[in-house]
């Protein structure tokens, strides 16, 4: 185990030293500790490693990540995980406004609550969080799965395109061209993934799948006037 003190080195080396592991370190576990809710920790990690932060995180923590996966043991500012590409990301608190935006894929599962626009303009990512998410949640996501074991805010999925989105409690309201879809027995197997992949003990059966309703991103000549 690598111990880094973030507050007394600072958090250039951190990242410079882990930007320098490879598919064939052996350095595989690190632990930070003070991060005090600073700003971009582990961000751009490229290498199956595990990054333990033990507190609270700011802006963009595990932003572009790839192989590495990443506990915070607290809360995450904006941006946790944005544009991240591969690996796990996990958060034990709650998480700020657009967790997961742009991501491409992997997973990010947050325990506690995420804020607005979680998941916005998603690309392949899967999202699970245990607790709700706020409004504008899931804003133009193009592919993935966003899972929400609580309650979601006013306008999910607005202007939605191909994501799916899973929801056990109640929905404020709908975003543009969002709409409930039927269940099938292939959503109930994928999220019965997803659920186990998040740690979470929910049953599939209790969700509810939105989806798009595909009239936004299909040209229409009544529009073109």
């Known amino acids: 185990m690598q111990t880094y003190d973030l507050e007394a080195e600072g958090l250039r080396g951190l990242n410079s030293a882990l930007h320098a592991q490879s598919e064939t370190t052996n350095q595989t576990k690190w632990e930070i500790v003070n991060p005090k809710g600073s700003h971009a920790i582990a961000v751009g990690l490229d290498a199956p490693i595990e ?33 991240m590409m591969s690996g796990t990301v996990i958060i034990d608190g709650d998480a700020s406004q657009y967790a997961g935006a742009t991501g491409h894929g992997g997973t990010l599962v947050i325990k506690g ?3 607005s626009r979680c998941g916005i303009s998603m690309k392949g990512i899967d999202i699970v969080v245990h607790g709700n998410v706020g409004h504008m949640s899931a804003f ?6 966003l899972v929400v074991c609580g309650d979601a805010g006013d306008a999910l999925g607005d202007s939605i395109y191909e994501a799916r989105l899973f929801v056990r409690g109640s929905v404020k309201s ?38 798009s309703a595909r009239q936004l991103y299909t040209f229409k000549i009544d529009n073109a006037y």
């Open 140 to 145: 133009m996501a193009q592919s993935g799965n």
């Open 51 to 83: 990054v333990n932060v033990k507190g609270s995180t700011g802006y963009y923590c595990a932003g572009m990540n790839k192989q590495a996966t990443i506990l915070v043991h607290g809360s995450a500012g904006p941006g946790v995980a944005e544009n």
């Open 113 to 115: 609550n995420a804020s």
């Open 174 to 211: 709908l975003g543009a061209d969002c709409i409930e879809k039927e269940m099938r027995p292939e959503h109930i197997e994928i999220l019965r993934d997803l659920l186990e992949k998040g740690g979470c003990d929910a049953k599939p059966e209790e969700f509810r799948r939105y989806g």
